[in-house]
């Protein structure tokens, strides 16, 4: 069975620094990924998907930027986190008409 | 451009009654609708999904769906609910005529079931 596993859950980050944040999924090839933010335990906001290694397309142009240097792995970065970064990082994959979520990473940037 | 609409921000109801869920969506394709449930500081869990077929679906957790093309819209029902069922639920659309489309999410519901 598929599995999606995202690290690390909960960061505290100072204004100014740099993030990195890992998705990996198992269980599947060539997935499409999917990097999504919600703010305030509510509406998601869509940031980058893939639909391949090297491909990635940004959905709201901002302080993010995301890699996808192996088919299952998917990352989000920042050189500087904005206080407005801060939220609950989403990562998803899918494939054909089903998408399903990671558990999260909750961003906290102080 | 494909949307979701997510009319009641919170849902209060007790337990063992019925829930209702609302969601209407805009799509220029077929649409394909999902609900998802997400509890506090997780991900999102799948529940059901229309595609095409019987308009009635059934999910995890005892949850179903109606879809009515004509009134636009995918209701998540429950016949009776649980105090585990508290927690934030999201319609999604995708055009089925178009792969390359990325789902669209609504704002979410917060259900909260009282004992």
């Known amino acids: 069975s598929q599995t999606i596993h995202q690290w690390p859950a909960t960061l505290v980050q100072p204004v100014g620094s740099p993030l990195s944040l890992e998705c990996t999924v198992e269980?599947?090839?060539?997935?499409?990924l999917y990097w999504y933010r919600q703010a305030a335990g509510r509406g998601l906001q869509l940031l980058f998907y893939s639909v391949g290694i090297g491909q990635i397309s940004s959905e709201v142009p901002q302080n993010l930027s995301a890699s996808r240097p192996q088919d299952r792995q998917f990352i989000l970065s920042s050189k500087k986190l904005l206080l407005s970064d801060s939220g609950f990082y989403l990562c998803?994959?899918?494939?054909?008409?089903?998408?399903?979520f990671g558990p999260g990473t909750r961003l906290t940037v102080t | 451009a494909q949307s979701v609409a997510q009319p009641e921000d919170q849902v209060n109801v007790a337990e063992g009654n019925p829930l209702t869920v609302k969601c209407t969506y805009s799509v220029s394709g077929n649409p394909y609708l999902f609900w998802y449930v997400q509890y506090p500081n997780r991900g999102l869990q799948f529940l059901l999904k229309y595609i095409t077929g019987d308009n009635l679906v059934k999910g995890s957790y005892g949850f179903e769906a109606e879809f009515n093309k004509s009134q636009t819209s995918f209701h998540l029902k429950k016949p009776s609910a649980l105090v585990s069922d508290s927690a934030l639920y999201f319609c999604a659309v995708r055009d089925g005529g178009n792969y390359g489309q990325n789902f669209v999410f609504g704002p979410g519901t917060r259900l909260s079931v009282l004992p």
């Open positions: 269980g599947t090839s060539n997935p499409n």
């Open positions: 998803a994959w899918g494939v054909g008409n089903e998408q399903y």
